[in-house]
């Protein structure tokens, strides 16, 4: 199993841009999220999803749009870049919404806006 | 609100010396708290989780944390430091409802020979 798979590993962007990160699993889970880790601020929550079709915002949604037509994808989209949506962004998995359930994580994309 | 506090954004410890890294936290739930390990240029592990039950709870590579309810803590711990156990440590807590995570601010963790 690949585990969570995220497309591209890298990109920079112009200011106005936009783009889609991919990611795909594939363990059957239900529930898929995206962050964001910039240095010193951990990781914060940007969107979530809780199965196919559905999605919710998290802590910093504003700038993203996401998309979950199929279970084993979660879309991030970025409308219209800009220089403060710099950052690695991370997809993860759980199986279930149990909240002890382990969140399993990509590799990351490091995304630069100039 | 759930949150999350590290103490300490960077420790450095020798090797084969003891490691603590700290995390308190603030729930208006009964917590869950779990431990993950992010090494350089990859994403996050999962160390270890306290759910319910034994307040010492083990994880991988020889790490260790103990819930403490009443000072509202989940210290990380290893009694003996390697070198390839340098990364960097985020605590979180559930922050209720879907299972959705607040991560604290992580704490890099330098080994020297």
């Known amino acids: 199993n690949a585990g969570v798979t995220q497309t591209p590993k890298f990109r920079v962007l112009k200011t106005g841009q936009s783009m889609t990160l991919l990611c795909a699993q594939d363990m059957n889970h239900e529930y898929m999220y995206w962050y964001r880790q910039d240095p010193g601020m951990g990781l914060r929550l940007i969107h979530y999803s809780v199965g196919e079709g559905t999605t919710a915002k998290g802590e910093v949604p504003d700038g993203y749009n996401v998309s979950r037509l199929k279970k084993q994808n979660f879309l991030l989209g970025l409308e219209s870049a800009a220089p403060s949506q710099t950052s690695v962004y991370f997809c993860?998995?759980?199986?279930?919404?149990?909240?002890?359930?382990?969140?399993?994580f990509g590799p990351g994309t490091r995304l630069t806006v100039l | 609100a759930q949150s999350v506090t590290q103490l300490g954004s960077h420790v450095s410890v020798s090797e084969g010396a003891l490691v603590l890294l700290r995390c308190n936290y603030s729930s208006s739930v009964p917590p869950y708290l779990f431990w993950y390990v992010q090494y350089p240029n990859q994403g996050l592990q999962l160390l270890l989780k306290?759910?319910?039950?034994?307040?010492l709870v083990k994880g991988i590579n020889g790490f260790e944390a103990e819930f403490k309810k009443s000072e509202t803590s989940f210290h990380l711990t290893k009694p003996s430091a390697h070198m390839s156990d340098a990364a960097e440590y985020f605590c979180a807590v559930n922050r209720g409802g879907y299972s959705t995570l607040t991560f604290g601010k992580g704490t890099m963790l330098l080994v020297s020979p």
């Open positions: 993860a998995s759980s199986a279930s919404g149990r909240v002890y359930n382990e969140q399993f």
């Open positions: 306290y759910t319910t039950g034994a307040t």
